[in-house]
């Protein structure tokens, strides 16, 4: 049996994202970036990116996937389905919902930055650093989260929990 427990609430999620929307619209108001969302996890996130940014973005999502069923990550990475607009001298901003290993995110970037685009920058709501195993530079960040099992706002556990707005820890219970 698992219990969820809140730990960022939706208002904290909700005052994060108009934040980061804010420093977004500084950076990129005349820039018409290029939003690449990470599929699946950073739909939410995206979708509510992008209506507090007020400023013309193009956006596409990428498919990758590392986790199999249940809670631990592959090591491989596959690219699942990619990116279908042009990106050679575009502002690109990857979009995620969490940074954990590092793998998904180093990958992607690594394969963006190969196709030449004008600035290729990572915006993340969440990071868990206590479990990264590669380097990787995050421009914009939402929360910093404990190594726990986090679900919500996106982010699930064999495709449930996607749906809650508040981002909870996953508790095993006895
Ligand atoms: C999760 C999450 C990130 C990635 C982070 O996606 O949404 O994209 O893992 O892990 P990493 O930093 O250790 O690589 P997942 O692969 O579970 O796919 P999903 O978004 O479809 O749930």
Redesign the pocket.
């Known amino acids: 049996m698992n219990k969820l427990k809140v730990l960022i609430t939706r208002e904290e999620i909700e005052r994060k994202v108009a934040e980061l929307a804010d420093e977004l619209r500084r950076d990129y108001q005349d820039k018409h970036p290029l939003l690449i969302g ?5 739909f939410v996130f995206m979708s509510d990116l992008i209506r507090k940014l007020n400023i013309p973005v193009e956006i596409d999502f990428v ?5 199999g069923a249940g809670k631990e ?1 592959s090591d491989k ?1 596959k690219q699942v389905q990619g990116v279908k607009t042009s990106i050679k001298d575009r502002h690109v901003l990857v979009i ?12 992607l970037l690594d394969y963006l930055g190969r196709r030449k685009p004008a600035s290729l920058k990572l915006c993340t709501m969440f990071d ?1 650093p206590s ?3 590669t380097e ?1 530079p995050i421009d914009y960040l939402g929360f910093t989260v404990p190594d726990a099992f986090v679900v919500g706002y ?3 556990l064999n ?1 449930e929990f ?1 749906y809650l707005p508040d981002l909870c820890v996953l508790e095993d219970q006895e």
């Open positions: 990470i599929l699946k996890g950073s498919k990758l996937s590392s986790y990550p990475i995620e919902d969490i940074v954990d290993r590092g793998r998904t995110v180093r990958f868990k479990r990264r195993v990787v996106g982010l699930d495709e996607r």
